[in-house]
């Protein structure tokens, strides 16, 4: 290892270097043969960057497993490229290494930049394996044979099941994202993909994130891997500036359209969470005249190929998209990534932040928020270990002054052809030739920006809901000591349930608990889980009956108890209340198992008896499930 590790922490079988600081250094002198570097040289790269300058040493040695856990925009394609190029034998056709990516996007990525690296070492074949596109002609490459496959691992199972793939030569397995697998539910692919690689293979694991899925995978196919973290665990890019608005869920598209008015350059991605919100946003934006489309998994490969070409040369300024669309997405320069509403995992919100900030450049990632979300931002400025700073949204006037400045500056910077334009300018003059330059001006600039000016003339300014204008109930504040109490929507009651995370609750498990225990359709509104209680909301008209009927069950011979939230203090985990029959019992059982709800006793009730709701036929209990529950997961 080189000088600049300066800590190293032994662990059961991996062996820990954190990054402090690093030493500039060159390509040459990390080892890279002369015909990458001329490639590399020609594409403008001149020093490497850390996480390039702590992995290319050990891939370049024999035998050598890595962990590299690093933000996206730090250089891991070169990282891993440039040595496994160099170790290819390009005189056997034959696959010696095999790349892992998540999506199609950044399996072409990733075979481009390859393909550029690689460009003077003469016959090296580099083949992108991906669905979407024809699996015959793959075949066909794969049989003229090639040293480096760039595959998403369903395809590639699929070739491997066609019996039209060997693994058996493969050298070297990278996997790029290999979060991002893991969380599109790649794992058991994974698993059969390197199952039949041979076990004398080296691997490389690059990841932006440390879940569990990956610790797996590394204490079954990785031997005594390194692993180089650059900065901390999934902390976020220090290049990114953090923002949340608070704003009410009414104002949340006004909002939207304020940022991207206050920004005339910004060119980012606006993150939602479903097809259908994308849609629509992006529908939105492109009536109200705004330079954006869409991205979303209801497009097929051509159109996303379409909209994501015209992105990626600016030709669209905003993209709207899901986390599922955009994951591969490698483009540069962006300004600004937008949150539509926060992801339900803190690891997605790491990954869409690093798509701006990338190569050393600034970013900013903005939170379009309503205020019961403000317990996630805290969440996630914990594991990012940053801080969101309060976003002050930009008024009518201010944003006609940037967009006014922006122009000025455009006109300052405009390039003039005088060779073309000289002949026109002489008829130019004389029509001009009454105004001062002054009004030529004014003129100028009211004939671009009259349309926004009128706009926001008339503009109602959006509420901050945290503004000291409004009372504190409207912002989860009671009155005594403090105290947060959560007021139901409108139309909602809002109970108490005496259990919580600590018993293995989870929202779709709370769900589930209501369809069985209480008879018929129930509306189930918002959902708040602590540790040892939850609050839940459903429809006032049912809010009766739902406690009748969930009151006096039992599971593990704890009885389940319901009642109304109004007055309860909300502001701490104190312990459960209304607990009926339970007595600070603290070994609890998991609530997850839901196998215990055919074979256990609820209440006085038996399951031979037979008037459990749940037991009744299928078409009974169907009909019993919630109609557009609002809560989604």
């Known amino acids: 290892m080189n000088s600049n590790n300066l800590r190293t922490f032994a662990g059961s079988d991996i062996i820990i270097y954190i990054i402090t600081y690093h030493i500039l250094k060159t390509f040459e002198e990390l080892g890279v043969a002369a015909p990458i570097l001329k490639a590399i040289q020609e594409m403008g790269y001149e020093s490497p960057m850390p996480v390039q300058e702590e992995v290319i040493p050990f891939l370049l040695g024999e035998d050598n497993d890595v962990i590299a856990l690093a933000q996206t925009g730090t250089g891991k394609t070169a990282a891993f490229g440039l040595p496994i190029l160099q170790k290819i034998n390009v005189s056997e056709y034959q696959p010696q290494a095999l790349i892992l990516c998540p999506t199609r996007e950044l399996c072409l990525q990733i ?22 596109s024809s699996i015959e002609s793959q075949i066909k490459a ?26 058996g030569t493969v050298r070297s397995v990278i996997m790029d994202e290999a ?54 665990k999934n902390e976020g890019n220090k290049n990114i500036r953090h923002v949340a608005y608070i704003v009410h869920a009414r104002d949340k598209y006004l909002a939207l359209k304020r940022i991207a008015d206050y920004y005339p350059n910004i060119y980012g991605i606006i993150f939602c969470r479903t097809r259908k ?65 926060l992801p339900d995992e803190v690891e997605s919100y790491t990954h869409r932040s690093g798509r701006t900030g990338r190569a050393g450049k600034t970013g900013i990632s903005i939170a379009i928020c309503h205020i019961k979300e403000k317990g996630r931002i805290r969440d996630i400025e914990r594991i990012i270990n940053k801080k969101f700073d309060k976003g002050e949204m930009p008024s009518g006037q201010a944003i006609c002054e940037k967009q006014l400045l922006n122009l000025v500056d455009q006109i300052e910077k405009v390039k003039v052809n005088e060779e073309e334009i000289s002949p026109l300018m002489p008829a130019i003059y004389r029509k001009l030739e009454w105004l001062e330059k002054e009004d030529i001006i004014k003129r100028m600039v009211s004939l671009e920006f009259n349309r926004l000016i009128d706009y926001y003339k008339d ?6 809901v945290t503004d000291d204008r409004f009372s504190r109930k409207e912002f989860g504040e009671g009155d005594r000591g403090g105290r947060r109490v959560s007021l139901a929507q409108e139309g909602y009651s809002r109970l108490f349930l005496n259990f919580g995370k600590t018993d293995g609750l989870y929202p779709n498990r709370l769900i589930e608990l209501i369809n069985k225990c209480v008879p018929g359709k129930v509306q189930i509104g918002k959902i708040d889980l602590r540790d040892n209680f939850s609050f839940f909301e459903v429809e006032s008209a049912e809010a009766n ?48 198992d839901h196998k215990e709800y055919g074979s256990r006793s609820y209440g006085n009730r038996r399951e031979e008896s037979g008037d459990k709701p749940w037991r009744r036929n299928s078409e009974d209990r169907n009909s019993r499930k919630p109609s557009n529950s609002r809560y989604r997961r």
Do not use: W
């Open 545 to 592: 009956r739902v406690i009748q009927s969930m009151c006096g069950f039992e599971i593990e011979g704890r009885r389940i108890s319901v009642e109304p939230a109004q007055g309860k203090k909300e502001g701490g985990d104190r312990g459960p209340r209304g607990g009926g029959e339970y007595k600070g019992r603290r070994d609890r059982k998991d609530f997850g």
């Open 459 to 464: 503009a109602q300014e959006i509420q901050d």
């Open 179 to 232: 979060d991002e697998m893991l969380n599109m539910g790649f794992t058991d692919s994974i698993n059969a993909i390197l199952a039949e690689v041979p076990a004398s293979r080296n691997m490389l694991l690059f990841s932006a994130t440390m879940p569990q899925g990956i610790a797996s995978i590394t204490k079954k196919y990785m031997h005594n891997p390194k692993e180089i973290v650059i900065g901390n």
């Open 277 to 341: 919100e994308t849609q629509e946003i992006a529908d939105k934006l492109i009536q109200d005249g705004y330079n954006a489309d869409s991205l979303h998994g209801e497009l097929s490969q051509a159109q996303r190929d379409y909209v994501m070409q015209k992105f990626r040369v600016k030709n669209i300024q905003l993209l709207v998209a899901t986390d599922v669309a955009a994951r591969g997405l490698d483009v540069d320069d962006l300004t600004h990534v937008i949150n539509y509403g």
């Open 142 to 167: 794969l049989k003229r044979g090639v040293h480096i496959i760039v595959a998403t691992p369903g395809r590639l199972l699929d070739l491997m099941n066609r019996k039209t793939v060997d693994l």
């Open 111 to 132: 075979a481009g930049d390859l393909n550029d690296y690689s460009k003077y070492i003469d016959n090296l074949k580099v083949l992108p394996v991906y669905g979407g």
